[in-house]
């Protein structure tokens, strides 16, 4: 959820109570079967008294079910039903689904369009296959913004105050970390301008490479960023930048002119007069990325 504009104390059209409640549901991840109260506030930040008036308002709302013998909680399928309902509604979703399937098949990488939450990109739709063993993600899984592809990808198409107040927030929440994580932002952002996508090259996870592009509906929704990552063995850095990047930018530009979205332009280096000047690329994937 992205922050409001103005700080809740001061906007009087900002609900504290519903975004509290809304903050509980959000306290329970993929992985997570029951939170008591107690887990719940260590995770809100929020009183345990507000927590336990706010689960009892859940509760009669059908939204969370309560577990008695354990003294804890599960999301509902009321609660279920609206990520449900979001999914069904995301056009790019369903109608990038072959397309992602198609490039799968072609590459053996796995293939997945997200939209952010918060500091992260989540995962609303994952084409997958045996071959892809190395990167167990899927629906409703999360990934940071900073160091991976797609969150790379996704940051390159934000433009003025919102990515300013995205790069504040990062800077804010990684702290003596950031020096390096913002260079490798930058190495992206020129990355995608050479280009027209960005890899992440073990920058997130050591074993996993995957190449981003970036979708902006004209709409207004989104924008929304799709990588095709699989373990590094399989994608090296050459063929991410001779390969797999080219291809996956391919397939958002069919996506954009199904959809009537923009995404990011076809780079000369997909151009087959080029394509020879790059079957040495192996080096200058590693000089854009920063590894010499």
């Not at 003025?160 to 003596?176: F, N, V």
């Not at 073990?202 to 970036?214: K, L, R, T, Y």
């Not at 009537?260 to 000089?287: F, I, M, Q, Y």
């Amino acid at each position: 959820m992205k922050r409001p504009p103005k700080k809740a104390a001061t906007d009087r059209s900002f609900v504290v109570a519903l975004s509290r409640g809304l903050e509980v549901l959000r306290a329970f991840g993929p992985n997570d079967g029951l939170l008591g109260n107690q887990e719940i506030a260590a995770r809100t930040k929020l009183p345990k008294p507000t927590i336990s008036r706010l689960t009892y308002t859940l509760t009669k709302l059908g939204y969370l079910t309560p577990v008695p013998r354990f003294e804890k909680y599960q999301l509902a399928p009321a609660a279920m039903s609206l990520g449900y309902a979001a999914l069904a509604n995301l056009g790019v979703r369903h109608l990038s689904q072959s397309f992602r399937d198609e490039l799968m098949q072609e590459t053996g990488g796995a293939v997945a369009v997200g939209a952010r939450d918060r500091l992260s990109m989540i995962y609303v739709g994952q084409a997958r296959s045996s071959l892809t063993v190395g990167v167990q993600l899927d629906v409703g899984s999360r990934i940071p913004i900073a160091t991976t592809a797609m969150g790379r990808a996704y940051l390159s198409a934000l433009q003025g105050e919102e990515r300013a107040a995205l790069l504040r927030d990062m800077r804010e929440y990684y702290g003596s970390r950031w020096p390096r994580i913002k260079d490798g932002i930058e190495r992206s952002d020129e990355m995608v301008a050479r280009y027209g996508f960005t890899i992440s090259a073990g920058e997130w996870q050591d074993d996993v490479h995957a190449a981003g592009v970036a979708l902006t509906m004209n709409d207004g929704t989104g924008p929304y960023a799709f990588n095709c990552g699989a373990p590094a063995f399989r994608f090296t850095e050459e063929r991410l930048i001779n390969d797999i990047g080219p291809r996956l930018l391919a397939m958002v530009r069919k996506i954009e002119a199904a959809l009537g979205g923009t995404a990011a332009p076809l780079s000369r280096r997909t151009d087959k007069s080029e394509n020879k000047k790059t079957k040495s690329g192996g080096k200058v994937a590693r000089v854009v990325e920063g590894i010499r």
